[in-house]
C-alpha cells in the first residue's frame, strides 16, 4: 500500500545469519523473507546479524546469492560485534557491492535475543575506515566523534568503538 502511495518503505530481515533459538538459518529461508518483501513493495532490505555470529564467507556467499536472486533490491547490512568480525563482514558486504550499512554511535547496541551479544557496528570506525579507502561518506568524522565521546560521558562508561578514543587530528589522518 505505502508504495502504491508513493512511499518508500525498506525492511530488515533479522537473524538472517543465525538465529538464537533455531541456530543456523538457511540461505533458502532468507530467500524466502525477501521474496515476500519484494514482492510486497520493498525495494530497500537489509540483512541482519542480530546476534554477532556471521563471518565473512557467510556474509559475501548470502548477498551474492540474495543480488542474483533479487537483483533489483537495493541490499543493506546490519552487523554486531559479538566475535569482533562486523568490520570484517562490512568489508564483505561491500565487496558484493552492498552500500547500505546500519551502525551505531560508539559501537553501543546489543540485541535482547541472545546472550552476551556484542554491541552494533562502531558507525565512526567503519566510516573512518571507509573514507580511508578513499570510499566518501559525506559524514562530518571530526564531528562523528566529538558526539561520540560526548555520548561516552554522558553513559559514564567507555564505549565499544576505538576511533573516538584517539586524539582528532589521529582520527581522521590517512596513511600517505
Excluded at 18 to 38: F, I, M
Excluded at 77 to 91: K, Q, S, Y
Aim: some cysteine; overall charge negative.
Amino acid at each position: 500500500m505505502a508504495g502504491r502511495d508513493g512511499i518508500a518503505v525498506d525492511s530488515s530481515i533479522s537473524v538472517a545469519f543465525g538465529c538464537p533459538y533455531e541456530g543456523t538459518v538457511s540461505p533458502a529461508r532468507v530467500e524466502e523473507v525477501a521474496v515476500v518483501l519484494a514482492d510486497g513493495g520493498i525495494r530497500e532490505i537489509a540483512l541482519a546479524d542480530t546476534i554477532g555470529v556471521a563471518n565473512p564467507a557467510q556474509v559475501e556467499e548470502l548477498f551474492q546469492a540474495m543480488k542474483q536472486r533479487l537483483p533489483s533490491v537495493r541490499w543493506g547490512a546490519h552487523f554486531h560485534d559479538t566475535r569482533g568480525a562486523a568490520m570484517a563482514n562490512l568489508l564483505a558486504a561491500l565487496e558484493t557491492g552492498v552500500s547500505l550499512f546500519e551502525g551505531s554511535i560508539g559501537g553501543i547496541g546489543g540485541s535482547p535475543f541472545g546472550k552476551a551479544t556484542g554491541g552494533n557496528l562502531c558507525s565512526e570506525d567503519a566510516l573512518t575506515m571507509l573514507e580511508a579507502m578513499g570510499i566518501e561518506t559525506g559524514v562530518d568524522l571530526d564531528r562523528l566523534n566529538e558526539v561520540a565521546r560526548g555520548l561516552e560521558r554522558t553513559l559514564g562508561s567507555r564505549l565499544p568503538g576505538k576511533v573516538h578514543a584517539v586524539q582528532p587530528s589521529e582520527a581522521g589522518s590517512v596513511p600517505a
